[in-house]
């Protein structure tokens, strides 16, 4: 059954009749003939839509619509007015109503607007689902979602929290590697001490050892002062080095030693000082790709890698786009004062059939931007990017009927190399996992068909 109805008018033979037009119309339809009978039928029923007639004896249906807005505001309401009464039709739609029909009636129209109404409940139920998962889902912070995936990291997490050994995570560019190391300090134990971030690709080469290390005054042009390291700093806290795969190999060296020592020494000073940190590196490079290819050292590797933290991409966590979108959907909205409540089926199917590319980061800011475009309470397909709007999803084809689409097994097999890479953000090491292949079976494919062996830029 599409929905449950209400049908109220005080003629049984029209009841009847429509009751039946509308089961046929797979709505489960029942009737009541007083305005009274159908309020004692919603006391002890849940119905998704109520549809009246408005002119009935005794309280009308006007009066009725008041009432189920007033104690039933979740139930949306349809009256049904007689053929040119444009002010019948106006006074139920400020009683709250819903939507109305005029009389004469047809069971095919009528269902059309009942659709409708059944769709517009299940969607306000479901905004309030979401918004009860979204205050259950606080466990580690922003890090929202009830999939497998994304589940199975909150397991993971939980388990190592309380660990002071070091902590690689890795994932694609926008899953919230940084969400997932800020959570882990911030229950940890030692939340109490500070927590210090630098993107190791956003620091100049030159730069990077004084901001990890720091400098005595005038080490360098420019050091009027001393100035304490990012290790210093951190002291009795967590040091999250983002984009560690950026790092330079000589300044890898220097940070090896650190590691191993558990000393920093300043730039241009003589004297080792000491620091106690919780080390949390991330990247989204394939770290083992990029030692056998000599750009990261093997030794800091294992140092940095005693506790490893997979984050997974979006489209690994399917049933947590709409989830996410409806958290981002309420904060932008209450930022920006706009009276924007939720996302309309047909924005929701756009939404989850795109593949998200730039992971939860993409999924934010085109939230963001539909709610800045929206004009109805709910966000619409037009309010969605034009690359979400116009998206359609890659397929490797493996059968077909028409025999000119078929296509030898070696492009079957370079299509799909190609679609599992792009998955998988050009992990090697992953890909090799999916594809059954060992890594140098996989280089050799790449080589022969011609596909990219360098790192994702």
Known sequence: MSGKVLLVDDEQAFCELFARGLRKQQFDCSYRTSSAAALEALAVEDFDVVVTDINMPGQSGLELCTRIVENRPDVPVV??????????????????????????????????????????????????????????AQRFDEFIGTSPATVKLHR??????????????????????????????????????????????????????????????????????????????????????????????????????????????PVGSDREVPFDVRLITATNRDLESAIAEHRFREDLYFRINVLYVA???????????????????????????????GISPAAAARLCAYAWPGNVR????????????ARFEEITVEDLPERIQSYRPAHVLVVGE????????????????????????????LAARVLGFDRKTLYNKLDRFGLSTKPPA
């Open 79 to 136: 009256v049904i007015t007689a053929f040119g009464s444009f002010d019948a039709a106006v006074s139920a739609i400020r009683a709250g109503a819903y939507d109305f029909v005029t009389k004469p009636l047809e069971v095919e129209a009528l269902a059309l607007v009942v659709e409708r109404a059944v769709q517009h409940r299940a969607l306000r139920e479901e905004v309030k689902r979401l918004r009860r998962v979204v205050d259950q």
């Open 362 to 373: 993409e999924l934010q800011n085109c939230i963001e931007r539909a709610v800045a475009m």
């Open 402 to 429: 028409d025999p000119s689409e078929l296509v030898p097994m070696e492009q079957v097999e370079r299509r799909y190399i190609t679609r599992v890479m792009e998955a998988v953000g050009g992990n090697k090491s």
């Open 311 to 341: 984050v997974p991409s979006l489209r690994e966590r399917a049933g947590d786009v709409l989830l996410l979108g409806q958290h981002f959907l309420d904060d932008a909205a209450t930022r920006s004062g706009k009276r924007v409540k």
């Open 156 to 265: 993971l997490l939980a388990q190592i929290v309380d660990s002071e050994a070091s902590v690689l995570i890795t994932g694609e560019s926008g899953t919230g590697k940084e969400v997932v190391a800020r959570a882990l300090h911030r229950r940890g134990r030692r939340l109490d001490g500070p927590f210090v971030a630098v993107n190791c690709a956003a620091v100049p080469e030159t730069l990077l050892e004084s901001e990890l290390f720091g400098h005595m005054r005038g080490a360098f042009t420019g050091a009027s002062g001393e100035r304490a390291g990012l290790f210093v700093r951190a002291h009795r806290g967590t040091l999250f080095l983002d984009e560690i795969g950026e790092m330079p190999m000589a300044m890898q060296a220097k940070l090896l030693r650190a590691l191993q020592e558990r000393t920093v020494r």
